[in-house]
Structure formats: C-alpha cells, structure tokens
C-alpha cells in the first residue's frame, strides 16, 4: 500500500483529477466531499477512490476525519487542499457571511488540515502538502474581494509553513490555477468567460488535469528540494 493521501474536493473538478493522478503515482487515495454525496458515490465506483465526508471548513470535522483515516489507512504522508467554493460580489453588496463562508472554506481549511497532519509527517520525516490558490489571489479579480484575499493568504500560509517544515522532509508548495473548465467556471456569465478566455494567451481554458499534473510533480518522493514555491500553471495569463 503506498503513502496515504487525502484531498479535499477530491471527487469533483480539480480534486478529482488530483486523486486520479495520485491513484496513478501509487498513493492510497482518500477524496473529501461535503455537499454533493451523488457525485462523491459515483466517482468512487467508477475509480475504487475512497471517499469521506466531511466539512473541511469545520475544525473539529478535521480533526474527526484525520484520525478516521489514520486509524483505517495509516498517517497522511500527503496533503492536497484543494477544497473552494466562491461567493462573488462588489465589497457594496458583499455580506459578512459570503466573506466568513469563503474565508473559512478557502483558507480556514488549510489552517485546519496542515495543522492536524504536520505532526505525523514531522514524525516520519516526510510529508508533501499542497494548497490550492488561484491566479485571483495573485493578480485580484472585481467582485471577489473574499475569494482574492483567502487566495491570497494560502500563498502567504505556504510560504510560511515552507519554513517550519523544511528541517522534517516536508514540503509545502501551492498551485495558482487560471481558469480551469469546472462547475466554478461554467458557473460564469458566458459573455463574461468569452472575454475572459480571449485574454489567455495558450487560447483555451485549462483542464483540471493540468493541474493535477502539477501536483504529481510537487508531491512526488524525490520532489524533496521543492518546498515554499507557487507553481502558476494558468496558459500564461498573468506571470508572476
Ligand atoms: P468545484 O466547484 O468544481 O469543486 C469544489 C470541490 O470542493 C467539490 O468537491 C466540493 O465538494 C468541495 N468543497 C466545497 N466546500 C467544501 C467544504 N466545506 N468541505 C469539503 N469540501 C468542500 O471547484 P474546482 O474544481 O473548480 O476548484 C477546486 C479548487 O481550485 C478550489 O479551491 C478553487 O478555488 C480552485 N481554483 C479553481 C479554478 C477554476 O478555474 N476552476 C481557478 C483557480 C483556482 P462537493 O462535491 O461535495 O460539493
């Protein structure tokens, strides 16, 4: 049995090619889900995936899953939060309650989930986390206030974390995806993806593979001296 996994949102989108390609890589997947329990059942027949569900948001909810899954499968080596929702409105008519939601789900879950398996990983020497960001939390987008500062800050908790773990064989990185064709995506206006796709210089929109191959690169074993990078992988639509 190889390194055991977890991804949050890993059943859907982004996170499902995430926990397809660490399947391929040898990993014991376990794939998070919390609302959309259909899609979470059929992507785990369809690949053999584990799947769990659980608020990624929600600290104590962390910290239940986390020992489930040590006690079923063994210490997480790697760690991919890639759990995100988005709640887009101008900072006018921005509730409190879209900036705590997106905050909490973006952000928060990474606190929560480094927080409860950077020890085991400490323990054993090893661990590869990434965070998930997004072109928006480097460039900023209108009407995203929330969305850009919780990027934002996974960036900045990467960096910061790179730095703790470096001395214990773990490796903390981030990917900043540009628009990648997933529900989020097709949730956009579609004059407003045109305009969007037309500032993309490689033409197209990206596919969640793309960015799962990013992950397989920073997650691998020998990918030890990679540690408090944001890979942009985005088709070249904003270089940072
Ligand atoms: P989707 O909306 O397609 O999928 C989101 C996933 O996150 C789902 O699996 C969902 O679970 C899960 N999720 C949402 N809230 C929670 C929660 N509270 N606890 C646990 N899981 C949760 O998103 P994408 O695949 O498009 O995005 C994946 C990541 O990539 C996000 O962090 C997003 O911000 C980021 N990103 C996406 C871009 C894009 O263009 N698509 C661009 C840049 C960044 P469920 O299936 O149960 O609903």
């Given at each position: 049995m190889g390194r055991v996994a977890l991804v949050t949102g890993?059943?859907?989108g982004i996170g499902q090619a995430i926990s397809v390609a660490l399947q391929a890589a040898d990993r014991t997947v376990i794939a998070s889900y919390f609302g959309n329990e259909e899609a979470a059942l059929a992507f785990s027949e369809a690949t053999g995936i584990h799947v769990l569900r659980f608020d990624a948001a929600d600290f104590d909810a962390c910290a239940a899953a986390v020992a489930e899954i040590e006690d079923r499968?063994?210490?997480?080596g790697v760690l991919v939060n890639n759990a995100g929702i988005t709640r887009d409105a101008t900072v006018a008519k921005m509730s409190r309650d879209m900036w705590d939601a997106v905050m909490d789900t973006n952000l928060g879950s990474c606190f929560n989930l480094c927080k409860l398996t950077f020890e085991a990983m400490r323990h054993a020497n090893f661990g590869r986390i990434v965070n998930i960001g997004s072109v928006n939390g480097q460039a900023g987008q209108y009407g995203q206030v929330n969305y850009s500062a919780a990027k934002s800050g996974i960036h900045g908790l990467t960096r910061a974390l790179a730095l703790e773990g470096a001395k214990f064989g773990i490796t903390v990185n981030a990917i900043a995806p540009?628009?990648?064709?997933t529900d989020m995506v097709r949730a956009v206006p579609s004059e407003v993806l045109a305009k969007i796709v037309a500032r993309i210089p490689v033409g197209r929109l990206g596919y969640a593979s793309d960015i799962a191959r990013g992950v397989s690169f920073l997650t691998?074993?020998?990918?030890?001296?990679?540690?408090?990078t944001t890979l942009s992988i985005n088709g070249g639509q904003h270089m940072y």
């Open positions: 890993g059943t859907r499968f063994g210490p997480i540009g628009y990648v064709d691998a074993d020998d990918a030890e001296f990679v540690t408090g």
